[in-house]
């Protein structure tokens, strides 16, 4: 005999989830009392200690949004930078709870060391920098020219497989170590230089006047950068994850740092669960339901966290490119919060 159970209305309808308990990582973060976030390497623009020895930068910002969806403080982290060889023993160990920006996301570093990455942030490559008296607009348009760049395998390989493609002439000036290349490019001891765009943006930012060089639009090779967490414990990468997401999506909404506080009243079901008045979203995943919107009240969403560190203020502009919203024609998207 077939039996078919039906549900009474009360069950059929959607029940609020209950709040998560702290995982592992959570509880320690707040037995603590603050986060401890760190990044692989000091960035101008992406990580860099003030006079006061205070931090800012694009990866400072999003440790200050994880702390505020943890405590809704944002002064409740310390930032720490990490050389390469200790990243990830310490992320393993717990001495820190999370890495802003680690090397370029690769299959062996995300599954090779207890470590896992969560999102990509940021996206970046390979590129040149030339003078804006070379005249040239494009990587395309570059022949007879000496590049500076660090004599390492792969970086050289990129750029003589684009100018095998191009078919234009040029000459490689080798150095041992990046920091060389601000040195040489300054002293005019080539009229090109080639490393990540990143690591262009902060070069140009050292210069006298960063407005009269240009980081060429051509990326020559693909890195994608994002944070990275202990494996392990779903719960941590979810809240890290989702803050992420929280800050691109909140952009794509519209909802702002200076607007959100005249929000509460909007019917959009998308703004009304970013604001946490629908739906039960933080504490699934153990934090507050408000949480999103104590982020965007606090350090902005992602677009206002870019230009704050990379906008016309900075002195040394950087064009969104692949870091614009999927919807302007870049790479940056997330996955929608219902």
Known sequence: MLVIATL???WASAQPAAPAMAGPTLQAIRDRGHLICATADPLPGFAQPGADGRWTGFDVDFCRAVAVAVFNDASKMEFVPLSGDSRFAQLQTGSIDLIARNAPWTM?????????YVATSFYDGQAIMVPQSLGVVSAYELDDV???IVDAPEGLANLREFFFGTQATYTEVLYEDREDLTVAYREGRCNAVSASASFLNAMRRSLPEPATHRILPERISKDAFGPVVRSGDDQWFDIVEWTLYALIDAEEAGVTSLNIGSLAAAKTHRIRRLLGLEGTFGPSIGLDSMFIANVIRAVGNYGEI???NFGPATGAAVVRGQNALWINGG????PPIE
């Open 8 to 10: 009474s209305p009360s």
């Open 306 to 308: 870019f230009e704050r």
């Open 146 to 148: 000496r590049v500076c």
């Open 331 to 334: 790479l940056i998207w997330a």
């Open 108 to 116: 062996r570093r995300d599954t090779g060391y207890g470590a896992s």
